[in-house]
């Protein structure tokens, strides 16, 4: 599977849209973009996933750019509960989850 | 449903002791998988099973063993526990390993401290 790279933390003001930024330069044709998230250490929590076209759902919307190099998870109005670490992870859709989650983004929502 | 469901939550054990993690999960999943995760740190991969019966290392198997008797239970044991040991322990599973929308769940977590 592809590595990735996110920042350490961001913060984001409660209401406003957190955009958590994701590059992936190496992902290849048949790997998928997927977003998790863990709050406070809890398990981690299914976000979205895509290959290139963008995607939405209740939760986020998920950005890859055309060259899928990179991506963009947006929470369009974050609240206090949307306070997490927010994993990026590319997977080929075989071989199960033997996949590995890096540090991850940090994500402050302040009041 | 219950989903993944780990025991215990939390547990001190002393150096050289064993103990058994469990995970079960009641979505009739194919794939299981355990997960260790240091402060500060994302989730690398202990041990997985496509299925009962079958097993195969991680990342990071060592002083670690599974089995896998059934579908829904999926053990993970520890031998002569070590401090490095200590760590949250994530079991997680999904339907099927080579459908494209494989969404994992994973377990509350065990914190495991070896003092």
């Known amino acids: ?111 | 449903n219950a989903g993944v469901t780990q025991t215990p939550k939390f547990r001190i054990l002393k150096i050289g002791q064993s103990m058994t993690l469990q995970c079960a999960q009641d979505m009739n999943h194919n794939y299981m998988y355990w997960y260790r995760q240091d402060p500060g740190m994302g989730l690398k991969l202990i041990y997985y099973s496509v299925g009962a019966g079958i097993t195969d290392k991680g990342e990071v198997p060592n002083g670690y063993n599974v089995s896998r008797s059934t579908t829904e239970d999926f053990p993970l044991r520890l031998e002569l526990a070590a401090p490095s040991q200590t760590s949250v322990y994530f079991c997680a599973s999904t339907n099927q390993g080579f459908r494209v929308n494989t969404e994992a769940f994973f377990g509350q977590g065990t914190r495991l401290t070896v003092v």
């Open chain 1, 1 to 111: 599977d592809a590595k990735t790279t996110q920042p350490p933390s961001m913060d984001c003001a409660e209401g406003r849209a957190a955009n958590l930024p994701c590059n992936h330069s190496t992902i290849s044709g048949n790997e998928y973009v997927y977003w998790y998230r863990q709050i406070h250490s809890q398990g981690p929590q299914y976000i979205i996933h895509g290959l290139k076209n963008n995607e939405t759902n209740e939760m986020a919307s998920l950005i890859i750019t055309e060259d899928r190099k990179s991506s963009t998870l947006i929470l369009p109005h974050a609240t206090l509960r949307d306070t997490a670490v927010y994993y990026c992870i590319v997977r080929a859709n075989t071989g199960g989850f033997k996949t590995i989650f890096g540090a991850g983004t940090r994500l402050f929502v302040k009041a």
